[in-house]
């Protein structure tokens, strides 16, 4: 059972912003940056934003990461039909010495 | 660009021991970094194995810690999975990636992820 949560599921129409939060603690998000991977269907997951609200080369700008105390939250803006994936936030718990990711959350393009 | 395969038995029994390798290609696993191991069961979410550190130091998720053993062969670029005793609930997608960390793991992500080699455990 993961020490991150997240909503099972979000969901909008093309071009609208979407929002999804990732609840953490202290020893994980309130401690330490947060990642958040993007996994299309039948594939591998990809690194989406790191240390909080870094995008790697190639990801789109419409992809923003923020935090917040021991929160975070992945925005996608104008959203589009291939952005319908499972999107992970992970981070380092320093109490279980380990890496932990979140629930997953579920983003379907109407 | 830098390019993770794994590879390994697709099947294997309850109480045996699941090997897998990952060959890295287009980087040199002794220069640094971390390297990890993921895996994923049918229709569930991602859950972190276990990582090594290029020198050799290994990180393993508590809950899998007493069956996990991941090792590193510089001389043929490789890093590798044991898990003993599996049982059904093993089953799943186990993804290797590297990972760029901090000494204190303030930041520590994966950047570089294999296409995942799919396991069933099964009598």
């Known amino acids: 059972q993961s020490v991150l949560t997240q909503p099972p599921s979000a969901s909008g129409t093309p071009g609208q912003r979407v929002t999804i939060s990732c609840s953490g603690s202290?020893?994980?998000?309130?401690?330490?940056?947060v990642n958040w991977y993007q996994q299309l269907p039948g594939t591998a997951p990809k690194l989406l934003i790191y240390?909080?609200?870094q995008r790697p080369s190639g990801v789109p700008d419409r992809f923003s990461g923020s935090k917040s105390g021991t929160s975070a939250s992945l925005a996608i803006s104008g959203l589009q039909s291939e952005d319908e994936a499972d999107y992970y936030c992970?981070?380092?718990?320093?109490?279980?010495?380990?890496?932990?990711f979140g629930t997953g959350t579920k983003v379907t393009v109407l | 660009q830098v390019q993770l395969q794994e590879s390994g038995p697709g099947l294997g029994k309850p109480s045996e021991t699941l090997s897998l390798t990952c060959t890295v290609s287009?980087?040199?696993?002794?220069?640094?970094?971390?390297w990890a191991w993921i895996r994923q069961p049918p229709g569930k979410g991602l859950e972190w194995i276990g990582s090594?550190?290029?020198?050799?130091?290994?990180y393993y998720n508590p809950s899998l810690k007493s069956r996990v053993t991941i090792s590193v062969d510089t001389s043929k670029n490789q890093f590798s999975l044991k898990l003993s005793s599996v049982t059904a609930a093993d089953t799943a997608v186990y993804y290797c990636?590297?990972?760029?960390?901090?000494?204190?793991?303030?930041?520590?992500?994966?950047?570089?992820w294999g296409k995942g080699t799919t396991v069933t455990v099964s009598s």
């Open positions: 990636a590297r990972s760029d960390s901090s000494s204190n793991f303030y930041y520590h992500y994966m950047d570089v």
């Open positions: 287009g980087y040199s696993i002794s220069s640094g970094y971390y």
């Open positions: 090594i550190y290029h020198t050799g130091s290994t």
């Open positions: 202290s020893s994980n998000i309130g401690s330490n940056t």
């Open positions: 240390t909080d609200d």
């Open positions: 992970a981070a380092w718990d320093d109490s279980l010495n380990g890496y932990v």
